[in-house]
């Protein structure tokens, strides 16, 4: 995690993931009462043609389905709920081709399953569901005298439904995905939008804003776990120096491999960032006092070694302060002001140096 970051307070992929859930839960309730007013209104036809047989299933799916959108919203959102719903739905859908419904009109409210399913499921699931519903209600159509099949269907009926069930299914699975790709290429967007806001764009370390959030996060968990860190400040020496005598592009040069060098000499857990403009910080998690400041010494001789490297060779130096957090009371405010008191006393102690008590 010593570069960029890209996990915030909040996670755009994960926010996409439960939005998602959330419409299908949505379209699962939709599904339900869309359900529920075709049975009942079938109920109450086959009731006044006198089919009472007929009419106390069609209610009994009726309560079912009812009973599953009152349970659906006083448990509210689980990913359990488009499978419920997706059962109903295909038990009242094999009872309406097997049945004909009133009228063996049964089926012409069964194409409503598809963009149903493609709701519920999303367009690969879905799709493929579909898909096996279509090879089953086929099997189911054409097979001779199928057990169960009350209703009666003419060929031509029969074929057309299955090519208007393939024609929609094919339809729904294409807007389904352009939709899915329209919001594939958002969740990207965001997610690039986000690393750029975390990201210093000279050294590509993260920036304060995300050293922030990491020293948040820190806090968090150490308030759980009973963990410490340690906190690096590091400021260049003499910096207004170097870039009145050799330019600020060179300085901006000498800050990507100061960059470069305390990224290479961290660990991966460890967050590194660009704290302002010629000052570091870095966070050492599970790491105490004595941890951070030998941390600390290796990279400040890390960064004086990189004098050699420019031709001709330039002073080149760093000073530390080193802090750890107290688990129990320290908030980030009073560690990063004890880290910024003793990198100023590194430098009032002639700098290229590091302090940590
Ligand atoms: N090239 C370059 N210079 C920067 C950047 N950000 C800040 N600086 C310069 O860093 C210098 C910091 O100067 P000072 O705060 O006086 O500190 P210093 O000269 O390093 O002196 P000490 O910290 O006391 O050792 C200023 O000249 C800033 O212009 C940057 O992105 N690129």
Redesign the pocket.
């Known amino acids: 995690m010593n570069t960029a970051h890209n996990n915030n307070y909040r996670d755009p992929v994960r926010e996409a993931l439960q939005l998602e859930l959330r419409r299908r839960v949505q379209a699962s309730g939709y599904m339900l009462i869309f359900s529920l007013a075709i049975t009942g209104a079938m109920g109450v036809i086959a009731l006044t043609n006198g089919d009472l047989l007929q009419a106390s299933t069609l209610f009994g799916v009726a309560t079912l389905i009812l009973g599953a959108y009152i349970t659906v919203n006083l448990v509210g959102p689980s990913s359990k709920t488009p499978l419920l719903v997706g059962t109903l739905l295909l038990v009242l859908y094999f009872y309406l081709l097997l049945s004909g419904g009133v009228n063996n009109t049964g089926l012409m409210w069964a194409v409503m399953l598809v963009p149903g399913f493609i709701n519920l499921y999303g367009y690969k699931a879905g799709t493929a569901t579909l898909v096996a519903i279509g090879g089953a209600t086929a099997l189911v159509l054409f097979y001779p005298d199928f057990p169960g099949m009350t209703a009666e269907y003419d060929t031509a009926y029969r074929a057309r439904f299955i090519a208007v069930f393939g024609a929609l299914t094919a339809l729904t699975a294409i807007l389904d995905s352009s939709r899915h790709q329209t919001q594939q290429m958002l969740h990207t967007l965001t997610q690039e939008l986000e690393n750029s806001a975390s990201t210093d764009a000279?050294t590509g370390l993260a920036n304060r804003r995300e050293a922030y959030r990491a020293m948040h996060e820190l806090e968090r968990r150490n308030r759980h776990l009973s963990g410490r860190y340690t906190v690096l400040i590091g400021?260049?020496?003499?910096?207004?120096?170097l870039?009145d005598n050799y330019g600020?592009a060179f300085?901006?040069r000498v800050?990507q491999d100061v960059a470069e060098v305390l990224r290479k000499n961290t660990r991966t857990d460890d967050i590194v960032a660009r704290w302002g403009?010629?000052e570091f910080l870095i966070l050492l998690p599970n790491t105490d006092l004595d941890g951070g400041g030998i941390l600390a010494e290796k990279l400040r001789d890390r960064v004086e070694a990189l004098s050699q490297k420019y031709d001709p060779p330039v002073k080149i130096s760093i000073s530390f302060g080193v802090a750890e957090g107290d688990p129990s009371s320290a908030t980030h405010g009073q560690l990063l002001a004890e880290a910024d008191a003793r990198m100023y006393r590194a430098?009032d102690r002639g700098?290229n140096r590091v302090v940590a008590v």
């Open positions: 000279l400021d260049l020496d003499n910096f207004k120096t870039n600020h300085g901006d800050l403009g010629e430098k700098r």
